[in-house]
């Protein structure tokens, strides 16, 4: 329990090393298990954090940091942790469209930390956030260190294989593990670590899964990884993202010398069938040739390697409630979108905010107490909604714009584009970033898409011959269809993030 002097911060450290007893065992020190570990440490709880590699990550993911997600670790008192890691500025998106770019920055903020072009345009003035992308090992590094310093927290490496659960009651209790003592080719002996709460946050193939949710993944397509030396983005500090005949890539600056690209490749595409030349094939045939001049011979030779490229799956898992039992499953483990929008460590951040301002001590002075407790998970799950639905929803109905494999989704994918290109970039952007947190600007966005979607396709399908009235009716009929397409693919995505 919280207490102020300084000698109950040292008993509750014994209690961690000698007894591995804490008001709190966090599972996974990686984006969201050092974040909430940090958040809770950080009001006098005391923090065992079970991780089961504690050598820096070598990844793929979790690389750029949007402006809301930056906000949001600073308010959890890590902004530090961008600092030193040779991170670069993300000033927004350059979306190029068949050769064709549109930039899009973040939009200014007010004083208040609003987004005064919302719903139309964009402002020219006023100060702008910026987001981070960095090598993604060393942030992890960085968000460790700080839990490591942090004298409520113990950090223990270890990998957790169950939960153990009360014998009268059906409550979590802690959990048990599998330690290795002498080095890497040590000796493994069980341990056991108890807590009045269990947190657990062990990623995107997390063993708890099944058991504490029930549900599981789609996967529809995987990100193959390049790793760019001194390439030339067109626009320095943009994110860009190349959309035409392949699939998206995305590029992003990782450092003052590395450039990400990551390649979408769905399943089951013909151009990367193993006759085709397998995902090198094509890489090399059909999504560098679609890149910007100035990129392509950088990723020639990446690819020049000879190796398979490194991959991810792309998973979306929508948010799914949980009833409290001394146990939250939490971060991807819980809660997935497609990567396309950068968009799981904002996520990630501002839950743990969230949670962690729910359970402060002074609402909930004894984690023990389940009621409380129950009633803190309850309102979680419905307030992270006005954040996460936005970026869940915005992830996974871009990428289906974006991956167009029909009439109707490019006839939207063109409308998209041409509403960027018409300056609509404030409001849109301002929902990617996790600076705006109003499901209603995102609808009333992706609507007013169809519909520029909508007039475009009638101008095509009507020319401006003298005739042209007379396809009136086949226009019509397109008209419905296109927006029938765009409810089919957003609707169903607002009813599983739960607005029912
Ligand atoms: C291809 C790709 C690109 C992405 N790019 C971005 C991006 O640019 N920006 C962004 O914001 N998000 C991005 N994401 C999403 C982002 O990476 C995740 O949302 C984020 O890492 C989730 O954090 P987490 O803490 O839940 O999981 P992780 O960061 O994966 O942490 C899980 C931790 O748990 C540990 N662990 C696992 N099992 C055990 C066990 N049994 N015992 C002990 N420890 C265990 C792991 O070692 C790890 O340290 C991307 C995702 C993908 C797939
Ligand atoms: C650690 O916890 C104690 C209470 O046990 C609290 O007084 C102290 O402020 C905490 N330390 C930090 C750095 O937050």
Request: glycine content about 10%.
């Amino acid at each position: 329990m919280a207490t102020a002097s300084p000698s109950a911060a040292g008993d509750a450290r014994t209690r961690r090393e000698t007894y591995h007893e804490a008001d709190v065992v966090v599972v996974g020190a990686g984006v969201f298990g050092c974040a909430i570990a940090y958040a809770l440490a950080n009001q006098g709880r005391s923090v065992l954090l079970l991780e089961r590699w504690m050598k820096e990550p070598d990844r793929i993911v979790g690389e750029l940091l949007q402006p809301g997600g930056l906000a949001a670790l600073k308010k959890l008192g890590l902004g530090h942790c961008v600092d030193g890691i040779d991170a670069v500025p993300c000033r927004g998106y350059n979306v190029i469209y068949r050769g064709e770019p549109s930039l899009i920055p973040y939009p200014p903020v007010d004083d208040s930390g609003d987004v005064p072009f919302k719903w139309s345009g964009s402002g020219k003035d006023g100060k702008r956030p910026e987001g981070r992308s960095f090598h993604h090992g060393r942030f992890i590094a960085q968000l460790r260190r700080a839990c490591l310093a942090h004298e409520n927290i113990t950090v223990v490496e270890t990998e957790v294989l169950n939960t153990v659960r009360g014998e009268y009651a059906d409550r979590v209790l802690g959990v048990e593990s599998r330690t290795t003592v002498g080095g890497e080719a040590g000796e493994k002996k069980r341990d056991y670590f108890f807590g009045h709460l269990t947190i657990i946050a062990d990623g995107y193939l997390s063993r708890f899964r099944k058991q504490l949710l029930g549900s599981d993944p789609v996967v529809k397509s995987k990100f193959y990884a390049l790793e760019l030396i001194d390439c030339a983005l067109p626009q320095e500090h943009f994110g860009h993202v190349i959309i035409g005949d392949a699939s998206p890539v995305l590029l992003y600056q990782i450092g003052a010398r590395e450039t990400r690209a990551l390649f979408d490749v769905p399943q089951g595409i013909p151009e990367a069938a193993p006759a085709a030349g397998g995902v090198r094939g094509y890489i090399k045939n059909v999504a560098i040739p679609a890149l910007p001049a100035s990129v392509r011979a950088s990723a020639e030779r990446a690819l020049g390697d000879g190796k398979i490229p490194r991959s991810m799956p792309n998973s979306w898992l929508p948010p799914s409630k949980q009833t409290f039992n001394g146990v939250v499953l939490l971060g991807d483990a819980f809660n997935m979108r497609h990567p396309l929008t950068g968009g799981g460590m904002t996520v990630a951040f501002n839950d743990a905010l969230l949670l962690a301002e729910l359970i402060h001590p002074s609402r909930v002075r004894n984690l023990e107490d389940a009621r409380a407790m129950r009633a803190a998970v309850d309102a979680f799950y419905w307030r992270r909604k006005a954040l996460t639905s936005i970026i869940n929803v915005l992830a996974q109905a871009l990428y289906t714009l974006f991956a167009a494999d029909d009439r109707q989704l490019r006839a939207l994918q063109l409308g998209c584009f041409e509403y960027f290109r018409r300056g609509m970039t404030d409001g849109p952007c301002a929902l990617l970033g996790g600076i705006l947190q109003q499901p209603s600007v995102l609808a009333y966005h992706f609507f007013s898409v169809a519909f520029v979607a909508i007039w475009l396709n009638s101008c095509a399908v009507m020319g401006s011959g003298p005739l042209g009235l007379l396809k009136l009716p086949l226009a019509i009929v397109d008209a419905g269809l296109i927006l029938w397409k765009a409810s089919c693919v957003f609707l169903p995505l607002l009813w599983r993030e739960g607005f029912r």
